[in-house]
Structure formats: structure tokens, C-alpha cells
């Protein structure tokens, strides 16, 4: 699985705070056999959020985009609008099982404005910046990457079971 992070933080731009979000998710992925083949801070700007997002899918070609930061009310917080202007399609249910986990924690996960969609055969998913949020999301989100990647990237199977099996 080749990944790409993608941090958005001001201060973490200009080297006046550590990334430590980005060094949780590449500890959570080695697990998986996560190769982080492309890694960026950029500024909370939308722009540059949306260059590196197309960079990582379409030139890349990388098989999942986790970002981290940028998911929350502040005015400078534009990731979610970044995503939805890259994406082919929404994954509404990623976010909504992140924020109801989330929601065990902390009233405040209600907040986040994080969306998870596909541009092509890339998977995004976008991440709070905390790296406690980052390490609780995805913790939630893990275990149904091999099969969305799967699936998303046409080599899953059937994803109903046959008669034999429950579902069709």
C-alpha cells in the first residue's frame, strides 16, 4: 500500500511546531505494510492543500491520501473544502464512524468537519490534527482500509456473500 501524508498547519509549515500527528499515522501503518512514499506540511491554505492532493493521486498514483489538520472550525481550517474539490466520489461512512468513535471520547468530535472520498483509484481520508484524534480515528478506520482499497482499485470480490452464505 503506497501512502502519501499530507499535514496542514501553518506554524508546522514554517518549522515552529513538531509534527507529531504524521508520526503517529506512519506508526499506526507499518502494521499494514503502509509504504509512505510522499510526505508534506503545507499552510493552511487551500490551494496548496488541493495541489498536493491531485499531485499525490494522479502523478504519484498513491493508494491512500491521509491528511491530517485543518478539520475544524477555525477560519483557517479549509482541508474538507481542499477534499471535496479533488474528489470523484464521497465515503460518507469513514467520516461518520470517526466522528461517532470520537464521540465516546469527547462532545467536541461533533466539530470536526472531516470527509473521506476517492479521486480515482486514491482513497483520502482526512484526519484531526491532535495526534491523540489521529491515533483514535484511525484506530476506527484501520481495519476496513485492505478491503475499501480493495474494492475501490477493482480487485476485491463480490462484497455480498452468496445464497449459501447469508447475503446476496
Do not use: F, W
Not at 507529531?20 to 507499518?30: N, Q
Amino acid at each position: 500500500m503506497k501512502v502519501a501524508i499530507l499535514t496542514a498547519s501553518d506554524k508546522g509549515s514554517r518549522g515552529e511546531r513538531e509534527d507529531r500527528s504524521a508520526r503517529v499515522i506512519k506508526e499506526m501503518l507499518v502494521p499494514l505494510g503502509g509504504e509512505i512514499i510522499a510526505y508534506d506540511i503545507v499552510p493552511d491554505e487551500k490551494e496548496q492543500l488541493l495541489t498536493k492532493l491531485i499531485e499525490y493521486s494522479d502523478e504519484k498514483k498513491v493508494d491512500l491520501i491521509l491528511t491530517t489538520g485543518g478539520t475544524g472550525l477555525s477560519p483557517r481550517d479549509v482541508t474538507p473544502e481542499a477534499t471535496l474539490a479533488v474528489i470523484d466520489r464521497a465515503i460518507p461512512g469513514i467520516a461518520e464512524a470517526m466522528r461517532a468513535a470520537g464521540l465516546k471520547q469527547t462532545p467536541h468530535a461533533m466539530l470536526s468537519r472531516a470527509v473521506a472520498g476517492s479521486r480515482g483509484q486514491t482513497l483520502i481520508i482526512n484526519l484531526p490534527g491532535s495526534p491523540r484524534a489521529v491515533r483514535e480515528n484511525l484506530e476506527v478506520v484501520l481495519p476496513a482500509l485492505p478491503h475499501a482499497l480493495e474494492t475501490l482499485q477493482g480487485k476485491g470480490g463480490e462484497c455480498a456473500r452468496t445464497e449459501q452464505g447469508n447475503r446476496d
